[in-house]
């Protein structure tokens, strides 16, 4: 090995752990102050490991009826979400994949433009509440159905990885575009439908802005993430502490809250996302890279 291959390594190498400590250093440190004293987190004694052990705020989180409610509420969202999304982008990707639909590459084009292009948030307001659906949960999951990204990513992988040799000998078989999706085309692209499912499935997860946005004060419709958002605002209230508003008592149990909420919420994706790693990269890069 020449010296400049040791220096690049090198190079890399440290790069790479700089980088690893920036992506790991939050996740530790809100575990560390999820289960650290209330008091030591308050105070800033709290930088990567705990100090002290208290588990009052899990206590706290899983006796809560306004995060049981947020928790079954995303869980509920997240699932019918992700399946609407999953039939209208696997049904639009495998129409414009197909050859022999007239105007696809047009349809393409208009379907790609709104990627950059939207009406912006109050027209899209006012389709939403022209349809009646503030305050209803259909309000966060029809309008962003469908994503053109993630069709386009499925689109080319149809294009790109299905050989066409044999969807044109299912096809003098006699199958029909319906048998021919559902028995030749999805049973050969589980890597890119998990990679898609993933995304999709994240973004609904996360989403907050819709549910403000549309619920209101319906608090029992509530996501998880607009919960903890709320947990969030009310527990940043060091200025009222100060003017004798708020004891350091309540100060401490909203912080304890808040850090708590955020390992609860992550816990879902954490733990669905090693099954579907081995898919993840190689629906990426097919997708990706050809088509």
């Known amino acids: 090995v020449s010296t400049g291959d040791k220096i690049f390594d090198f190079i890399n190498v440290t790069l790479l752990t ?118 209803n949960f259909w309000s966060i999951i029809l309008p962003s159905a469908m994503s053109a990204y993630n069709m386009i990513i499925m689109k080319s992988y149809f294009q790109s990885s299905i050989p066409d040799g044999i969807q044109e000998a299912a096809i003098i078989d006699g199958c029909s575009p319906w048998k021919l999706l559902v028995r030749i085309i999805l049973p050969l692209s589980k890597p890119v439908l998990a990679v898609i499912a993933l995304f999709y499935a994240v973004a609904r997860w996360n989403s ?14 509530w996501t998880l993430q607009l919960v903890i958002r709320e947990i969030v605002i009310q527990s940043t209230t060091t200025e009222m502490m100060e003017v004798g508003l708020v004891s350091l ?17 992550s816990l879902p994706l954490l733990i669905i996302y090693p099954f579907i790693q081995k898919f993840f990269v190689k629906g990426v890069m097919i997708g990706a890279i050809k088509g």
């Not at 994949?97 to 349809?107: A, N, Q, Y």
């Not at 907050?208 to 209101?216: A, D, E, R, T, V």
């Not at 008592?249 to 390992?263: D, G």
Request: net charge positive; with cysteine; proline share 3%.
């Open 18 to 135: 700089i980088l690893l400590i920036i992506t790991l250093y939050p996740l530790i440190f809100v575990l560390s102050a999820s289960v650290s004293d209330p008091f030591e987190v308050v105070t800033g004694n709290v930088y990567l490991l705990p100090k002290g052990f208290n588990l009052d705020a899990y206590r706290r989180v899983f006796s809560s009826e306004s995060i049981a409610t947020g928790y079954r509420n995303s869980t509920f969202y997240t699932i019918l979400g992700v399946s609407i999304s999953m039939v209208l982008t696997i049904f639009a990707a495998f129409g414009l994949s197909r050859p022999d639909l007239k105007g696809r590459k047009f349809i393409t084009i208009m379907i790609t433009l709104t990627m950059f292009f939207s009406g912006g948030l109050i027209p899209l307001y006012l389709v939403v509440k022209s349809l009646g659906l503030i305050g």
């Open 249 to 265: 008592e309540q100060i401490m149990a909203k912080e304890a809250l808040k850090y708590t909420s955020i390992v609860v919420s």
């Open 208 to 221: 907050y802005f819709s549910c403000m946005l549309y619920l209101g004060s319906r608090k029992d419709l």
